[in-house]
């Protein structure tokens, strides 16, 4: 991708995407299911400090008082890779936003391209995770896909997609 702008571009990547969970540990076994690795635990990398004493409150519009658990989760080996920042709030704590409306305005779900959807789906249902349906094989914008989505424990939709054929 080339910018005709003869200056540089301030934004660089995505660095992380949050997702909030309200049981910390059964939402990193559902994101471990899905191939996550845990990249760097932040409750343990500041020492007893919270969220709070690092200054976090007012630049979220949040109290000053917060804390969390938190955890960043990479796919791959990659250091510079987008990570999944994953927090349980514990002060104050995280409330359910009710069922998700893939049409409602805002992030609607995070897609993952696969090797294997049908492995995955497998390996989510046996899990007892709330999965749509059974991988589906669609034709778009040129290529075919497998794809399927599934709730993780707190509702957040992750899709999933296998590339059989890519563009001609």
């Known amino acids: 991708m080339t910018s005709t702008n003869t200056e540089k571009r301030n934004t660089l990547q995505i660095f992380h995407i949050n997702v909030n969970c309200s049981d910390f540990d059964r939402s990193l076994a559902f994101y471990k299911t899905i191939g996550f690795e845990e990249f760097l635990d932040i409750s343990k990398a500041d020492k007893g400090r919270t969220f709070g004493d690092i200054g976090l409150g007012p630049l979220f519009r949040l109290p000053a008082r ?33 069922p998700r409306d893939l049409t409602r305005l805002g992030v609607a779900r995070i897609c993952l391209k696969v090797r294997d959807a049908h492995a995955l ?48």
């Open 66 to 98: 917060i804390n969390g658990r938190a955890t960043f989760l990479a796919l791959g080996e990659d250091r510079w890779s987008t990570r999944l920042d994953l927090i349980e709030w514990t002060d104050p704590v995280s409330k359910s936003a009710g």
């Open 121 to 168: 789906h497998k390996a989510l249902t046996d899990g007892g995770y709330d999965v749509y349906s059974e991988p589906g094989l669609i034709e778009m914008a040129g290529s075919q896909q497998y794809v399927f989505c599934c709730a993780d424990p707190d509702g957040v939709v992750i899709e999933f997609m296998q590339f059989v054929r890519d563009r001609k």
